[in-house]
């Protein structure tokens, strides 16, 4: 089983503080890719990554920034936290086998702005 | 601009009888589908995929229809049960080019099936 693992479930942190949320995948998957999920927008990709130290921008990038250094893990960093990046933050991976796009998804972190 | 779209915020159903929720697109690009099922405060879950070469794809008490002329899939729960109550996403991608196998989302639709 895939097994998709992010560093915390839950996060409160004041406005201007820098943020930084952990995603583990045991599968030696060659993607991963960060979405924030917001009641009536659905899933909205940040960024995501096909390759270590490879990144390339989402749909919605502004305020955020990642970082892949080894295949197993990416993280996504809050440069300047503000209220409205209080979500939910769901990471995912897939691989390049097959099709390719299925996407396995950790637990997400809910975070709250104040 | 919204590629893929779920129009039903909610929808209600009585156990045992059939759930229809439906999904539309527009980027003609979009040739691989998927169901994604979420239970508050989980990730979503993998439920069922079709390819763009099938218009059916068949599993247990789920079934996804892909109708590429309307540019339209819907999913079939039958029979429903109380623990399919969750929100459904709808996902699409391109598998050509560059993709990278990048999904493009639905809004999602909240299922609440009644015992």
């Known amino acids: 089983d895939v097994k998709v693992t992010q560093s915390s479930r839950y996060l409160v942190k004041r406005t201007g503080e820098k943020v930084f949320l952990e995603c583990v995948q045991d599968?030696?998957?060659?993607?991963m890719f960060w979405y924030r999920q917001d009641p009536g927008l659905g899933l909205r990709l940040i960024y995501f990554s096909y390759d270590v130290k490879m990144k390339e921008k989402g749909d919605i990038p502004e305020g955020y920034s990642v970082s892949r250094e080894k295949k197993e893990r990416f993280s996504l960093i809050l440069e300047s936290a503000s209220t409205n990046q209080t979500s939910m933050y769901l990471c995912?991976?897939?691989?390049?086998?097959?099709?390719?796009?299925?996407?396995?998804f950790g637990p997400g972190t809910r975070l709250l702005v104040l | 601009d919204q590629q893929v779209k779920q129009n039903s915020p909610s929808l209600s159903v009585q156990e045992g009888r059939i759930s229809i929720l439906n999904c539309d697109y527009t980027?003609?690009?979009?040739?691989?589908f998927l169901w994604y099922k979420k239970y508050p405060a989980e990730g979503p879950t993998f439920l069922i995929s079709i390819s763009s070469i099938k218009d059916k794809n068949e599993d247990g008490r789920f079934t996804v229809f892909l109708n590429k002329s309307a540019k339209h899939l819907s999913l079939h729960i039958v029979p429903s049960q109380p623990g399919d109550s969750a929100v459904y996403f709808c996902?699409?991608?391109?598998?050509?080019?560059?993709?990278?196998?990048?999904?493009?989302f639905g809004q999602g639709t909240i299922l609440t099936v009644h015992p």
């Open positions: 996902a699409a991608s391109g598998t050509g080019g560059t993709s990278y196998g990048k999904l493009t």
């Open positions: 980027n003609s690009m979009f040739d691989y």
């Open positions: 599968m030696d998957h060659e993607n």
């Open positions: 995912a991976s897939s691989s390049n086998a097959g099709f390719g796009v299925t996407q396995y």
